[in-house]
Protein backbone atom coordinates (compact mmCIF):
# COMPACT_ATOMS: atom_id res chain seq x y z
CA UNK A 1 0.00 0.00 0.00
CA UNK A 2 1.63 3.34 -0.96
CA UNK A 3 2.94 5.46 2.17
CA UNK A 4 0.88 8.82 2.14
CA UNK A 5 2.15 11.82 3.37
CA UNK A 6 -0.54 14.32 4.67
CA UNK A 7 -0.70 17.99 3.62
CA UNK A 8 -1.82 20.98 4.98
CA UNK A 9 -5.68 21.36 3.95
CA UNK A 10 -5.59 22.80 0.76
CA UNK A 11 -2.42 21.62 -0.31
CA UNK A 12 -2.67 18.56 -1.75
CA UNK A 13 -1.64 14.40 -0.45
CA UNK A 14 1.83 12.77 -1.62
CA UNK A 15 1.98 8.90 -2.05
CA UNK A 16 4.64 7.31 -2.05
CA UNK A 17 4.14 3.96 -4.51
CA UNK A 18 6.42 0.81 -4.16
CA UNK A 19 8.14 1.20 -6.54
CA UNK A 20 9.23 5.00 -5.45
CA UNK A 21 7.13 6.64 -7.55
CA UNK A 22 5.56 9.80 -5.92
CA UNK A 23 1.36 10.33 -6.49
CA UNK A 24 0.18 14.26 -5.95
CA UNK A 25 -3.58 14.25 -5.18
CA UNK A 26 -5.16 17.82 -4.68
CA UNK A 27 -8.57 19.47 -5.38
CA UNK A 28 -9.38 21.32 -8.24
CA UNK A 29 -13.15 21.92 -7.99
CA UNK A 30 -16.07 20.27 -7.24
CA UNK A 31 -18.49 18.01 -9.33
CA UNK A 32 -22.59 18.97 -9.79
CA UNK A 33 -23.27 17.11 -6.72
CA UNK A 34 -20.43 19.42 -4.86
CA UNK A 35 -18.67 16.30 -4.51
CA UNK A 36 -14.62 17.85 -4.05
CA UNK A 37 -12.63 16.25 -7.65
CA UNK A 38 -9.35 15.27 -6.71
CA UNK A 39 -6.92 14.90 -9.70
CA UNK A 40 -3.31 12.81 -9.77
CA UNK A 41 -0.21 13.77 -10.93
CA UNK A 42 2.65 11.25 -10.79
CA UNK A 43 6.51 12.00 -10.86
CA UNK A 44 10.23 11.20 -9.71
CA UNK A 45 9.55 13.44 -6.74
CA UNK A 46 7.51 15.63 -5.12
CA UNK A 47 9.05 18.83 -7.25
CA UNK A 48 8.03 17.03 -10.65
CA UNK A 49 4.50 16.78 -9.54
CA UNK A 50 3.94 20.07 -8.62
CA UNK A 51 5.67 21.52 -11.73
CA UNK A 52 2.58 19.34 -13.65
CA UNK A 53 0.21 20.76 -11.60
CA UNK A 54 1.28 23.85 -12.09
CA UNK A 55 1.72 23.49 -15.79
CA UNK A 56 -2.24 22.03 -15.30
CA UNK A 57 -3.12 25.66 -13.76
CA UNK A 58 -1.88 27.33 -16.02
CA UNK A 59 -3.93 25.41 -18.79
CA UNK A 60 -6.86 25.97 -17.22
CA UNK A 61 -6.01 29.78 -16.58
CA UNK A 62 -5.50 30.08 -20.56
CA UNK A 63 -8.50 28.23 -21.35
CA UNK A 64 -10.55 30.30 -18.84
CA UNK A 65 -10.09 33.51 -21.18
CA UNK A 66 -10.63 31.54 -23.95
CA UNK A 67 -14.38 32.84 -25.18
CA UNK A 68 -16.69 31.43 -27.57
CA UNK A 69 -19.38 33.65 -29.31
CA UNK A 70 -21.88 30.42 -28.79
CA UNK A 71 -20.73 29.95 -25.33
CA UNK A 72 -23.29 28.20 -23.13
CA UNK A 73 -24.10 30.65 -19.51
CA UNK A 74 -23.01 27.00 -17.71
CA UNK A 75 -19.62 27.79 -19.29
CA UNK A 76 -19.49 31.92 -19.38
CA UNK A 77 -20.74 32.11 -15.63
CA UNK A 78 -18.17 29.88 -14.67
CA UNK A 79 -15.07 31.62 -17.03
CA UNK A 80 -16.83 34.75 -15.59
CA UNK A 81 -16.00 33.87 -11.88
CA UNK A 82 -12.33 32.74 -12.31
CA UNK A 83 -11.47 35.85 -14.60
CA UNK A 84 -13.18 38.54 -13.18
CA UNK A 85 -13.99 37.42 -9.54
CA UNK A 86 -11.15 34.98 -8.16
CA UNK A 87 -8.33 36.06 -10.04
CA UNK A 88 -9.39 39.49 -9.13
CA UNK A 89 -8.04 38.41 -5.68
CA UNK A 90 -11.38 38.41 -4.03
CA UNK A 91 -11.54 36.26 -0.70
CA UNK A 92 -11.47 32.55 -1.02
CA UNK A 93 -14.71 32.59 1.32
CA UNK A 94 -16.19 35.24 -0.95
CA UNK A 95 -15.68 33.20 -3.63
CA UNK A 96 -16.85 30.02 -2.51
CA UNK A 97 -20.83 31.93 -1.57
CA UNK A 98 -20.75 32.77 -5.75
CA UNK A 99 -20.31 29.66 -6.65
CA UNK A 100 -22.97 28.17 -4.39
CA UNK A 101 -25.00 31.23 -6.12
CA UNK A 102 -24.09 30.09 -9.45
CA UNK A 103 -25.23 26.28 -8.51
CA UNK A 104 -28.86 27.59 -8.08
CA UNK A 105 -29.02 29.12 -11.49
CA UNK A 106 -31.64 27.13 -13.17
CA UNK A 107 -30.73 24.41 -16.10
CA UNK A 108 -32.65 25.74 -18.14
CA UNK A 109 -30.87 28.89 -18.87
CA UNK A 110 -27.36 27.63 -18.08
CA UNK A 111 -27.63 24.79 -21.33
CA UNK A 112 -29.17 28.12 -23.44
CA UNK A 113 -26.52 30.05 -25.69
CA UNK A 114 -26.00 33.59 -23.89
CA UNK A 115 -26.53 35.36 -26.85
CA UNK A 116 -29.39 33.79 -26.95
CA UNK A 117 -31.37 34.35 -23.54
CA UNK A 118 -33.89 37.10 -23.35
CA UNK A 119 -35.03 39.79 -20.45
CA UNK A 120 -38.22 37.83 -20.04
CA UNK A 121 -36.26 34.70 -19.40
CA UNK A 122 -33.99 36.18 -16.73
CA UNK A 123 -37.15 38.12 -14.93
CA UNK A 124 -38.79 34.72 -14.74
CA UNK A 125 -36.22 33.01 -12.97
CA UNK A 126 -35.78 35.57 -10.81
CA UNK A 127 -38.86 36.05 -9.69
CA UNK A 128 -39.11 32.34 -8.82
CA UNK A 129 -35.95 32.62 -7.41
CA UNK A 130 -36.93 34.99 -4.64
CA UNK A 131 -40.45 32.98 -3.65
CA UNK A 132 -38.02 30.59 -2.26
CA UNK A 133 -34.98 32.68 -0.28
CA UNK A 134 -34.65 35.37 1.81
CA UNK A 135 -34.16 38.93 0.08
CA UNK A 136 -30.46 39.63 1.03
CA UNK A 137 -30.09 36.24 -0.97
CA UNK A 138 -32.76 37.45 -3.73
CA UNK A 139 -30.40 41.03 -4.41
CA UNK A 140 -27.25 38.57 -4.73
CA UNK A 141 -28.41 36.56 -7.25
CA UNK A 142 -29.68 39.78 -9.05
CA UNK A 143 -26.18 41.19 -8.63
CA UNK A 144 -24.60 38.66 -9.91
CA UNK A 145 -27.06 38.52 -12.93
CA UNK A 146 -26.50 41.77 -13.48
CA UNK A 147 -22.36 41.68 -13.28
CA UNK A 148 -21.70 38.54 -15.31
CA UNK A 149 -24.20 39.33 -18.41
CA UNK A 150 -22.60 43.39 -18.27
CA UNK A 151 -19.36 41.38 -18.85
CA UNK A 152 -20.71 39.12 -21.50
CA UNK A 153 -21.91 42.32 -23.39
CA UNK A 154 -18.52 44.29 -22.82
CA UNK A 155 -17.12 40.76 -24.34
CA UNK A 156 -19.45 41.15 -27.79
CA UNK A 157 -20.90 37.64 -26.70
CA UNK A 158 -24.25 39.26 -26.97
CA UNK A 159 -25.41 41.88 -29.06
CA UNK A 160 -27.78 43.72 -26.17
CA UNK A 161 -27.37 43.21 -21.97
CA UNK A 162 -30.25 41.01 -20.85
CA UNK A 163 -30.20 42.03 -17.75
CA UNK A 164 -29.80 46.03 -17.90
CA UNK A 165 -33.29 46.51 -17.29
CA UNK A 166 -34.03 43.75 -14.67
CA UNK A 167 -36.19 44.04 -12.04
CA UNK A 168 -35.16 43.53 -8.75
CA UNK A 169 -37.59 41.24 -6.93
CA UNK A 170 -39.86 43.34 -3.85
CA UNK A 171 -39.43 41.32 -0.95
CA UNK A 172 -39.17 42.82 2.67
CA UNK A 173 -36.12 41.55 4.70
CA UNK A 174 -37.73 39.55 7.62
CA UNK A 175 -36.65 41.46 10.51
CA UNK A 176 -33.92 39.72 12.47
CA UNK A 177 -34.39 39.29 16.69
CA UNK A 178 -32.93 39.78 19.59
CA UNK A 179 -32.73 38.43 23.31
CA UNK A 180 -34.01 40.82 25.58
CA UNK A 181 -32.22 42.08 28.49
CA UNK A 182 -33.32 39.24 31.31
CA UNK A 183 -33.42 36.18 28.50
CA UNK A 184 -29.53 37.50 28.00
CA UNK A 185 -29.12 37.37 32.33
CA UNK A 186 -30.67 33.97 32.11
CA UNK A 187 -28.53 32.43 29.27
CA UNK A 188 -25.50 33.66 30.66
CA UNK A 189 -26.28 32.01 34.40
CA UNK A 190 -27.13 28.76 32.96
CA UNK A 191 -24.39 28.76 30.94
CA UNK A 192 -21.40 29.65 33.97
CA UNK A 193 -22.75 26.04 35.87
CA UNK A 194 -23.45 24.20 32.23
CA UNK A 195 -21.01 20.81 32.60
CA UNK A 196 -22.10 17.22 31.49
CA UNK A 197 -20.87 15.54 34.72
CA UNK A 198 -19.49 12.53 32.48
CA UNK A 199 -16.35 11.00 33.01
CA UNK A 200 -15.87 11.66 29.36
CA UNK A 201 -13.16 14.17 29.31
CA UNK A 202 -14.48 14.86 26.01
CA UNK A 203 -18.31 16.10 26.67
CA UNK A 204 -16.61 18.12 29.35
CA UNK A 205 -14.60 20.03 27.30
CA UNK A 206 -17.05 20.10 24.89
CA UNK A 207 -19.69 21.73 27.41
CA UNK A 208 -17.25 24.44 28.70
CA UNK A 209 -16.38 25.46 25.44
CA UNK A 210 -19.97 26.04 24.17
CA UNK A 211 -20.96 27.51 27.19
CA UNK A 212 -17.93 29.62 27.30
CA UNK A 213 -18.71 30.70 23.10
CA UNK A 214 -22.43 32.05 24.19
CA UNK A 215 -21.61 34.18 26.80
CA UNK A 216 -18.65 35.47 24.42
CA UNK A 217 -21.19 35.91 21.52
CA UNK A 218 -23.22 37.87 23.81
CA UNK A 219 -20.78 39.75 25.76
CA UNK A 220 -18.78 40.98 22.22
CA UNK A 221 -21.06 40.42 19.36
CA UNK A 222 -18.39 39.16 17.35
CA UNK A 223 -19.05 36.94 14.37
CA UNK A 224 -19.03 32.68 14.98
CA UNK A 225 -16.06 32.58 12.35
CA UNK A 226 -14.66 35.22 14.38
CA UNK A 227 -14.72 32.95 17.76
CA UNK A 228 -13.74 30.12 16.16
CA UNK A 229 -10.50 31.70 14.30
CA UNK A 230 -9.44 33.27 17.91
CA UNK A 231 -5.75 31.93 19.08
CA UNK A 232 -5.11 32.30 22.65
CA UNK A 233 -2.71 35.26 22.07
CA UNK A 234 -5.41 36.82 20.93
CA UNK A 235 -7.14 37.49 24.25
CA UNK A 236 -5.65 39.81 26.81
CA UNK A 237 -7.17 40.96 30.20
CA UNK A 238 -9.07 43.97 28.52
CA UNK A 239 -9.29 43.06 24.68
CA UNK A 240 -9.81 40.12 21.83
CA UNK A 241 -7.80 40.85 19.22
CA UNK A 242 -9.86 39.91 16.07
CA UNK A 243 -7.32 39.10 12.98
CA UNK A 244 -8.96 36.51 10.92
CA UNK A 245 -12.20 34.74 10.68
CA UNK A 246 -13.14 30.91 9.81
CA UNK A 247 -14.46 30.09 6.44
CA UNK A 248 -15.49 27.16 4.21
CA UNK A 249 -12.92 26.81 1.51
CA UNK A 250 -13.74 25.19 -2.03
CA UNK A 251 -12.77 21.94 -0.81
CA UNK A 252 -15.13 22.10 2.33
CA UNK A 253 -12.38 22.41 4.77
CA UNK A 254 -12.42 25.02 7.81
CA UNK A 255 -9.49 27.52 6.74
CA UNK A 256 -8.08 30.78 7.76
CA UNK A 257 -5.66 33.12 6.63
CA UNK A 258 -4.17 35.61 8.95
CA UNK A 259 -5.19 38.97 8.66
CA UNK A 260 -8.74 38.12 6.55
CA UNK A 261 -11.89 38.59 7.69
CA UNK A 262 -15.31 39.21 6.57
CA UNK A 263 -14.66 42.71 5.56
CA UNK A 264 -11.99 45.12 6.22
CA UNK A 265 -13.36 47.05 9.04
CA UNK A 266 -13.57 43.43 10.81
CA UNK A 267 -10.09 43.16 11.86
CA UNK A 268 -10.18 45.38 15.21
CA UNK A 269 -9.96 45.50 18.73
CA UNK A 270 -12.93 44.48 20.49
CA UNK A 271 -12.64 45.48 24.91
CA UNK A 272 -13.59 43.36 27.09
CA UNK A 273 -13.23 43.39 31.20
CA UNK A 274 -10.81 40.82 32.96
CA UNK A 275 -13.64 38.72 34.12
CA UNK A 276 -14.37 37.24 30.66
CA UNK A 277 -10.87 36.69 29.65
CA UNK A 278 -10.39 34.65 33.25
CA UNK A 279 -13.33 32.95 31.29
CA UNK A 280 -11.72 32.75 27.76
CA UNK A 281 -8.37 31.25 29.73
CA UNK A 282 -10.49 28.21 31.47
CA UNK A 283 -11.27 27.06 28.12
CA UNK A 284 -9.15 23.40 28.58
CA UNK A 285 -5.92 23.48 25.35
CA UNK A 286 -6.20 21.45 22.92
CA UNK A 287 -4.26 23.55 20.28
CA UNK A 288 -3.36 26.80 18.92
CA UNK A 289 -6.97 27.78 18.57
CA UNK A 290 -9.23 28.50 21.55
CA UNK A 291 -12.46 27.05 20.19
CA UNK A 292 -11.32 24.18 18.39
CA UNK A 293 -12.62 20.52 17.68
CA UNK A 294 -10.98 18.55 20.25
CA UNK A 295 -8.42 17.42 18.05
CA UNK A 296 -6.61 20.59 18.28
CA UNK A 297 -7.78 21.42 14.32
CA UNK A 298 -10.10 24.27 13.50
CA UNK A 299 -13.78 23.41 14.20
CA UNK A 300 -16.27 23.10 11.39
CA UNK A 301 -19.02 25.66 11.76
CA UNK A 302 -21.45 23.29 11.42
CA UNK A 303 -20.29 21.56 14.22
CA UNK A 304 -20.24 24.69 16.21
CA UNK A 305 -24.14 25.37 15.30
CA UNK A 306 -24.74 21.60 16.23
CA UNK A 307 -23.09 22.25 19.67
CA UNK A 308 -25.14 25.21 20.32
CA UNK A 309 -28.57 23.47 19.48
CA UNK A 310 -27.83 20.99 22.31
CA UNK A 311 -26.80 23.82 24.53
CA UNK A 312 -30.39 25.53 24.09
CA UNK A 313 -32.00 22.29 24.33
CA UNK A 314 -30.76 21.87 27.51
CA UNK A 315 -31.61 25.48 28.30
CA UNK A 316 -35.27 25.41 27.56
CA UNK A 317 -35.07 22.73 29.24
CA UNK A 318 -34.92 24.31 32.49
CA UNK A 319 -36.64 27.27 30.87
CA UNK A 320 -39.44 26.08 28.42
CA UNK A 321 -40.51 29.47 28.10
CA UNK A 322 -36.77 30.52 26.63
CA UNK A 323 -36.40 31.04 23.20
CA UNK A 324 -33.49 29.80 21.18
CA UNK A 325 -32.17 32.20 18.32
CA UNK A 326 -29.31 31.85 15.62
CA UNK A 327 -25.66 32.48 16.64
CA UNK A 328 -25.93 35.46 14.45
CA UNK A 329 -28.59 37.12 16.41
CA UNK A 330 -26.38 37.61 19.30
CA UNK A 331 -24.90 40.18 17.40
CA UNK A 332 -28.36 41.67 16.96
CA UNK A 333 -28.51 41.24 20.61
CA UNK A 334 -25.32 43.07 21.77
CA UNK A 335 -26.30 45.83 18.89
CA UNK A 336 -29.66 46.66 21.01
CA UNK A 337 -28.66 46.50 24.43
CA UNK A 338 -25.26 47.82 24.23
CA UNK A 339 -27.11 51.12 22.42
CA UNK A 340 -30.28 50.66 25.12
CA UNK A 341 -27.85 50.75 27.37
CA UNK A 342 -26.24 54.38 26.37
CA UNK A 343 -23.65 53.22 24.10
CA UNK A 344 -23.63 55.72 20.55
CA UNK A 345 -24.15 53.93 17.26
CA UNK A 346 -21.11 54.95 15.91
CA UNK A 347 -18.95 53.11 18.97
CA UNK A 348 -21.20 49.93 18.16
CA UNK A 349 -20.16 50.05 14.39
CA UNK A 350 -16.47 50.13 15.68
CA UNK A 351 -16.88 46.90 17.97
CA UNK A 352 -19.58 44.85 15.81
CA UNK A 353 -16.60 45.56 12.55
CA UNK A 354 -19.41 46.99 10.08
CA UNK A 355 -17.83 48.85 7.10
CA UNK A 356 -21.00 50.47 6.56
CA UNK A 357 -23.15 52.20 9.68
CA UNK A 358 -26.34 51.42 8.49
CA UNK A 359 -25.95 47.89 8.84
CA UNK A 360 -25.28 48.52 12.36
CA UNK A 361 -28.87 50.52 12.55
CA UNK A 362 -30.33 47.29 11.01
CA UNK A 363 -29.04 45.75 13.58
CA UNK A 364 -30.35 47.70 16.75
CA UNK A 365 -34.30 46.49 17.82
CA UNK A 366 -36.40 49.01 19.52
CA UNK A 367 -38.69 47.32 21.57
CA UNK A 368 -42.14 48.87 23.08
CA UNK A 369 -40.60 50.68 25.55
CA UNK A 370 -37.95 51.95 23.82
CA UNK A 371 -40.92 53.56 21.50
CA UNK A 372 -42.20 54.87 24.39
CA UNK A 373 -39.72 56.53 25.93
CA UNK A 374 -39.23 58.18 22.40
CA UNK A 375 -43.13 59.83 22.32
CA UNK A 376 -42.36 60.92 26.30
CA UNK A 377 -39.23 62.75 25.35
CA UNK A 378 -40.95 64.11 22.42
CA UNK A 379 -43.35 65.13 24.67
CA UNK A 380 -41.67 66.40 26.72
CA UNK A 381 -39.32 68.79 24.05
CA UNK A 382 -42.86 69.86 22.74
CA UNK A 383 -44.74 70.89 26.11
CA UNK A 384 -42.60 74.35 26.95
CA UNK A 385 -43.21 75.40 23.67
CA UNK A 386 -46.93 75.40 23.69
CA UNK A 387 -46.71 76.84 27.14
CA UNK A 388 -45.06 79.72 25.53
CA UNK A 389 -46.78 80.40 22.80
CA UNK A 390 -50.41 80.12 24.28
CA UNK A 391 -49.22 83.52 26.56
Known amino acids: MPKKERRANGDGSFYTRPDGSILFRVTIGKDEDGVPIRKPFSGKSQAECRRKYKAFLKEQKTNAYTVSPDITLENWSLKYLVSCRKDSGMKASSYHQLELLRSKISDELMKKKVCEIKKIELQAFINRFSETVSKSYTDKMYSLLCDMFAEAFENDICEKNPARKLRRPEKRQKPKESYRRKEVEAVME ?83 DKELADLIRAVPRRGLYIFCAYSGRLMNPRNFNRAYDSFFRAFRAAHPEARRLPPHCCRHTFATLSQRGGANIRSVQMVLGHTNINTTAIYSHPDEDDLAIAGEAFRDYIKPHKKAESR
Open 190 to 272: FALSYRKHTKSDMLNRAAILISTAVIVLLDTGIRRGEILGLMWQDVEDTVIHIRHGVYIDESGVPTVDDGFAKTYGSIRDVPI
